[in-house]
């Protein structure tokens, strides 16, 4: 089966601070989107990493792949109380292609 | 272009009632996803469909949710009898294709409460 874990799992800091959230797996994934989930609402599309070793810069959100695609992070800089929110990977299992999220990670941005 | 439709947004109903939530994908979407998301956690997939064919179901209960996608288009999700465990958010999804580079679009879900 498999599985995408994430960490940490809450996150409570400063506005300012810096941050890095964590997504990883034993499988490999031909890709892997992160998502961002405020209370009451889906979870919207951030990005979508393809090749191992990828970084994508979205203003102050940096996401990378792993070079062998088990794994994936995301860092934030200078984080903002607007930030706050339920931090998910997901991607489409090899052979079947389900498509499948991580446990999620709880940020918190104190103003 | 429209959004991922879903109704109702919310549904508080007893155990051992049924329940039925319904979707409408963007237009043009094949695939269609059902998600139950516990609070805070991520969301668990139920069921994926590939046009009107079912992609999987592994972790769909099915001695009582069912699924259906008529015509390949909307889709319900059903829930019946209902069990106090099964109080969640119901997500549901669509993409343009199943497979590699996959990039999903969530509605706003539906809470059930279940009491």
């Known amino acids: 089966t498999q599985l995408l874990e994430q960490s940490p799992q809450f996150l409570s800091i400063q506005e300012g601070e810096n941050l890095t959230v964590y997504c990883n797996s034993s499988s490999v994934f031909s890709s892997l989107q992160w998502y961002r989930q405020e209370p009451g609402e889906g979870p919207v599309l951030l990005v979508t990493v393809v090749t191992g070793g990828e970084v994508k810069k979205l203003k102050r959100l940096t996401f990378q792949f792993g070079d062998a695609r088990k794994d994936s992070s995301l860092h934030i800089t200078a984080a903002q109380p607007g930030d706050t929110g339920l931090y998910l990977c997901?991607?489409?299992?090899?052979?079947?292609?389900?498509?499948?999220f991580g446990t999620g990670t709880r940020l918190k941005v104190l103003a | 272009e429209a959004g991922v439709a879903q109704s109702p947004r919310y549904k508080i109903i007893e155990k051992r009632q049924s329940v039925a939530f319904w979707c409408n994908p963007i237009s043009g979407h094949a695939t269609l996803y059902w998600y139950q998301q516990i609070l805070g956690q991520g969301p668990k997939l139920l069921i994926q469909?590939?046009?009107?064919?079912?992609?999987?179901d592994s972790q769909l209960p099915k001695d009582r949710f069912s699924a259906e996608r008529l015509k390949g288009v909307d889709s319900t999700l059903k829930i019946q009898p209902a069990k106090l465990e099964d109080s969640a958010v119901y997500l549901c999804a669509s993409s343009t294709r199943t497979g590699f580079n996959t990039e999903a679009f969530f509605g706003q879900g539906t809470r059930l409460t279940v009491v």
């Open positions: 997901a991607g489409p299992t090899s052979g079947t292609y389900k498509y499948i």
């Open positions: 469909f590939q046009n009107n064919g079912v992609v999987d």
